[in-house]
Every structure is written in C-alpha cells, then in structure tokens.
C-alpha cells in the first residue's frame, strides 16, 4: 500500500500531461492559431517539468524535483554504475542515500570549506541578529553542544579569529560597578537588545525597565563591525552572568536560577577553552562558579561520575578563572613568604633554612609512621585483645612512647599549622570557595588549625599525599600519634576491645599508604611558587589532579581534547613571567615525576605534549641541583623501566641543559 500510494503522484502527473497533448492535438484540428497560442506555453512547462526531473542528478545541491526524479536518479545510477559519494564526519568520501531527501541533506551537510563558511557567517549573523532574552537563553544553551565534534570547535576557532574592516559603531555600555538592580527589576530588560526607556509608572510596573544607573543608552544599533564577533557573545553573556549572581531575582526559584547559570558556565567554559576567548569579556565569573559548585556538589557528581559534562566545563573554566587569583595577589605572596619564614624557624642548625626545616618535618612524620608500621607489623591478625596482645604491646612500649614524645613535640608547630591554614583559607576565600569542591583534590586536612582529625580520617587521606596540596605537620602528627592513647589504655588494663579492633584496621589499611616521605618539602615548593611563581605550578597541579579525576569515569581519553588542551594552554600562557622561579621548577619536576605512572598509562598523549613543551620551555637555558638529582633519578627509570614519559623528559631536560652550556 505505501507503494501504491507514492505512485498516485506521478500517475497524477502522467493523466495531466496525457490531457494536454490530447488537448493540443484536438485545437490543430479546429483551429491553428488558437493551438499555437495553447501548445506553446505547454512545451515550454514541459521543458521545466524535464528540467527539475534531470536537476537533482546533474546537480546534487539542487533544490527542484519532482515525482520522476527518484525513479530517473535510479535508473541513471543502474545504467551507468553512478554512484554519488559525500564526504563523512570522520573526512572519509562515503556512498550518499539512495533517498532524494536523505541524500540532499547529506550532501547540504558535507564538510567543504563552502559549508564551513557558511557556518560561520551564520553564527556570526545569529548573534548580530539576537533581540529576545528567550533567544539569547536558547543560544546559550546549544552553545556547548556544538563544541561537541571537531567540526564544531573549528568553526567557533574561525568566528572568534575572523575581523571585520568595517566601520565599528558605539555600542551600548553596561556599567558593572553601579547599583545592584532591584529584586523587581525584570529578567528580560537586561537580556533584550536595549532600547529607549521611559520612567515606570503604575501602569507598567509589571513590565519594569532596567534601572537607568546600570545602563547607559548610546545607539540601538545592533549590528557588529570592526571587533571580534566573540567579544560581543561574551559581553552579552557577562549580563546573564550578572543577573544569575543577583539570586534575589529569581524569587527563591532554585530551577530557574540553575539552569540559567549552568547554561552560562557552559557557554562560556566552552568559548574561552575552545574557541580562544578572553575570560575578561565574560566579566567576573569567579563567584558565580564558586556558588553553582557548592550547588550542585561538584566533587560529589565527579566521584560518582555524574553529570559529566557539566563537570568537565566547570573545572575547566575554574582552572583558567582561579589563574590570575595567586598571580596578581599580593597579600596571598606575603603569607606564603610568612609560612615560609615558619618552616625556616624549623631548622635547628642556625642556617635559618626553609628546606631545612621541611626535611625536619618529614623526617618526624616519617618516623612516627614508622613506628605505626613496626606496632602493626607485631600485632596479631585476629583483632582479639588478649593478653598476648598486651604482652606484644609491653616489648614494643619504646615504640608508643616515641609517639608519645611525637605528639607532645608537636605543638611547636603551632605556627606552621597557622600559616598553613591561614594559606589554604585566604585561596578558598579569594577563589570563592572553588577549591573546596575541586574534583581530585582533597582539602580537608582542616580550615580551623587548632583540631586535629581523627587517625581514621588521616587513613582515609594517606592513600594519595599529591591530593593534599595543604597539610598542617603539627596536626599530622597528633593526628598519626593518636593511636598511642589507644595503646597505652591496653598497656594499663583500661583497654576497650572495639576500640583495639578499629585500631588494628585502620593500621593495616596505613601501612598501604602512599606518604613518601616529603611532603612538607614539596609543600615548600608550593609555597615558593605561589611566592615568586605566580602559581604557575599550583594551577598545574591542580589541573592534574582534576584530569586524573575526570578521565577516571570518562569511557574515552581522546573525547574533549579541545576542552582539556585550551585549558592547558591558558593557564600556562604566562610561563615566560615565571620560568626562573625555583620553586616553580622543582613542583613541576616533582608533579612529573610522581605522576610518571598516570602519565605512561593514563594521560592522553596530546596534554603530555603540551606539558613536554611548557617543561621545555621552562628549563631552556636552566642550570642549577635539582635538574641535575632530577636527571639522576629518572635515568635508572629509563633503563630498567622503559617508560616512554620519562625518556621524553630526560630528553626535554638534557636538551635545556646542552642550550645553557651553548649561551
């Protein structure tokens, strides 16, 4: 029946043409001209009849067809073996559909440098032409879908790189700094093209105009000449921004306001990251993202693997806004200077040196964690405590008292502990509370100094020391000593059998632990670097321990590259200010180091690139110890390990060293 159906137009079309030949040869017999003047128009129609039946096989992109076309195309294609190929998603030329309408659109959709013009003049006449704030709304949320494919990304490339030489005009300006709008101010007047306002009356109060201090009226031309067509999308995205941080205005409406803000974290994560946009048009996002992360949890839906997109753009938009926070601040230098001087206190060799110092603190905690080690390696594995328990217990008593003496000591770094937390609270504050919810990063080795966690919680923490980029040594320690209260109370017959057993648990699982053994110096480094670095390798670090997390529940590595390697590249725009700071090349060593194993088997290889380059960058010309202990240690890894990373840093490293010798 379908068939029998799609027939009766062109039997239509047959009968039709059927009655005008009949109609033609009736006139010739009753009168010439009357037939001249009937057979001339009809051939003529006949013609363009022949004409849109041959089209769309002579010229795919033709518009006209009719009945005739498919059965002629098949026909053609039989006779003649033709068969039309289109170019695939993947750049491969493949078999174009034997169907007319499917085939149009695959050939309207071919990726040709004719297609990617006409997408970006598109995109650039759709933001030119946007008026409505339900528009913009839509457009804002379709943005990051199209930075889904290659295609996509390269497109938004050539709209934010092409110029226009245009004439520029004056467009209207929004004055950031002036008074927050009103709780009765409407959503829409800030999102639609402005136009000439009057002062509200009582008749238009349920259509309020935006309040004439936040926006000055200088043309209502909407068109865009001579500046970046991105700078204009980002300006007007920097007016949702500012309304989705006025939460007033969406009347305790948590949807609304959430959907809103996602759509602009996403917009603008996929611009900046993808399509080289300049943060700085967006306007002040920090605490608009500080506030939909504590919202929606994102370390939570990044440990469960949910919501992932929306996770990979707000952690990449985050790395690239939290940037500039320790490069321009300095009160945030200053401290790390002071922790610094506190770490320097630690030396007891009268050289008043930081590195000294740290080393003395690892040295403590390594010892206290050996005596765990040694006590948990005695004790049986039954978890009963009985008296043979307690015997084990009295030979090692040399053991729980050096925890004791450890714990005791241990509030001489008092001052450590509040620098350290003072450090971690001032960049929690200044980045508005984004590092508390960063995925892969563990911070909650406490804001409030003075409480150490309890030892379960230390265990839980251990498993991977590169995710506490703030630890507090003072607390550490009566955190990792506290088991000795537990061990003395057995000691003294005043043992509780629960207490033993969760004790004898949580050694087992510290004696796994990765604690290697200087994690105050690394945290020296870090400190110097958000000193003299800029935070060059802090934001490095942080952008690795996010993509170790967020490739962890991703089915693919090679899926977002551009996302990831814009972010990247961002972020270490800036390595010329910073490439002679120490601290920044002894994290950066350290950060490649310790990750060598993520870096062979887990990190996709277009962001090693990019780490190689910035390293090789960073260490041109460089001399110095620690390049050389770096190059002492991984090359035994490149001869017995084989680790292709680490031959491509010996390499980088070796290299930058040959040019020092060369200058």
């Not at 008026?131 to 390269?154: C, H, K, R, V, Y």
């Not at 949890?297 to 992932?308: A, F, H, V, Y």
Request: hydrophobic share 40%; glycine share 6%; charged share 25%.
């Amino acid at each position: 029946m379908p068939g029998v159906a799609e027939a009766v137009p062109e039997f239509l079309h047959v009968s039709l043409f059927l009655f005008f030949a009949g109609l033609g040869n009736s006139l010739l017999n009753i009168n010439t001209k009357v037939a001249l003047s009937t057979i001339v128009p009809i051939g003529v129609i006949t013609l363009v009849y022949i004409f849109m039946t041959f089209a769309p096989i002579i010229y795919p992109h033709s518009p006209y067809q009719n009945s005739f076309s498919g059965i002629v195309r098949y026909l053609f294609q039989k006779s003649r073996g033709l068969i039309l190929k289109v170019c695939g998603p993947d750049g491969e030329m493949k078999s174009a559909s034997t169907n007319m309408a499917q085939r149009r659109l695959q050939v309207a959709m071919e990726e040709t440098v004719a297609r990617k013009d006409r997408d970006e003049r598109a995109i650039r006449w759709l933001i030119d032409n946007l008026t409505e704030d339900a528009e913009m709304e839509q457009f804002l949320s379709a943005i990051p879908g199209s930075f889904n494919t290659d295609w996509g990304t390269e497109v938004w490339r050539r709209v934010g790189e092409h110029q226009s030489r245009d004439e520029p005009v004056v467009r209207p300006h929004m004055d950031t700094t002036a008074h927050q709008p009103s709780s009765s101010w409407s959503i829409r007047s800030i999102l639609r093209k402005p136009t000439p306002h009057h002062t509200p009356t009582l008749a238009t109060t349920r259509s309020p105009v935006p309040h004439p201090s936040i926006v000055h009226l200088h043309s209502t031309t909407a068109h865009i000449r001579g500046e970046n067509i991105l700078h204009e999308l980002g300006t007007r995205v920097a007016r949702s921004v500012e309304i989705c941080k006025n939460h007033k205005l969406f009347a305790n409406n948590d949807g609304l306001w959430r959907k809103r803000t996602r759509a602009c974290i996403e917009a603008t994560a996929s611009l900046v990251c993808c399509a080289n946009a300049k943060l700085a048009w967006f306007g002040d996002i920090s605490k608009l993202l500080g506030e939909i992360g504590s919202f929606e949890k994102i370390r939570e839906l990044s440990s469960s693997g949910t919501d992932q997109l929306f996770v990979m753009r707000w952690t990449c938009l985050s790395l690239v806004a939290i940037r500039p926070i320790p490069e321009n601040n300095v009160i945030l230098q200053y401290r790390a200077r002071g922790t610094m001087i506190s770490f320097a206190e630690e030396d007891d060799t009268g050289n008043n040196d930081a590195l000294a110092g740290a080393q003395k603190i690892d040295k403590t905690l390594k010892k206290a964690r050996e005596c765990l080690n040694q006590l948990f390696s005695v004790l049986p594995e039954t978890g009963e405590l009985t008296e043979e328990v307690k015997e084990i217990l009295r030979g090692h008593e040399p053991q729980i008292s050096d925890l004791e003496q450890i714990n005791s000591e241990a509030d001489r770094l008092a001052r450590v502990d509040y620098g350290i937390s003072v450090m971690q609270d001032a960049i929690n504050h200044d980045s508005h509370q984004i590092i508390s919810e960063f995925p892969g990063l563990l911070d909650d080795f406490d804001l409030y100094y003075q409480a150490p966690i309890p030892f379960s919680r230390l265990v839980e923490l251990s498993h991977d020391p590169r995710k506490l980029q703030f630890i507090c040594p003072g607390q550490t320690l009566k955190s990792m000593c506290s088991p000795s209260l537990t061990l003395r109370n057995i000691l003294e017959g005043q043992g509780d059998a629960d207490a033993y057993k969760e004790l004898l648990k949580n050694l087992e699982k510290f004696s796994l632990s990765s604690w290697r053994g200087d994690e105050m110096q690394r945290q020296l480094w870090r400190l110097q670097d958000l000193r003299d670095g800029g935070g060059l390798g802090f934001t490095v670090e942080l952008f690795f321990l996010a993509l170790s997390q967020l490739l962890s529940t991703s089915s693919s590595k090679e899926s977002h590259s551009a996302l990831y390697t814009g972010t990247f590249r961002a972020i270490t725009s800036g390595w010329s200010k910073h490439k002679d700071s120490l601290g920044t090349q002894k994290l950066l060593l350290d950060i490649a180091m310790s990750g060598r194993e993520e870096f062979d088997f887990r990190f996709p290889g277009y962001i090693i690139d990019e780490l190689l380059l910035l390293l090789g960058n960073i260490f041109e010309g460089q001399t110095g110890a620690h390049i050389n202990e770096a190059r002492q240690q991984f090359e035994p890894s490149v001869m017995y390990g084989r680790r292709r990373f680490m031959e491509r840093l010996l390499t980088v490293l070796t290299r930058g060293q040959v040019q020092s010798v060369a200058l």
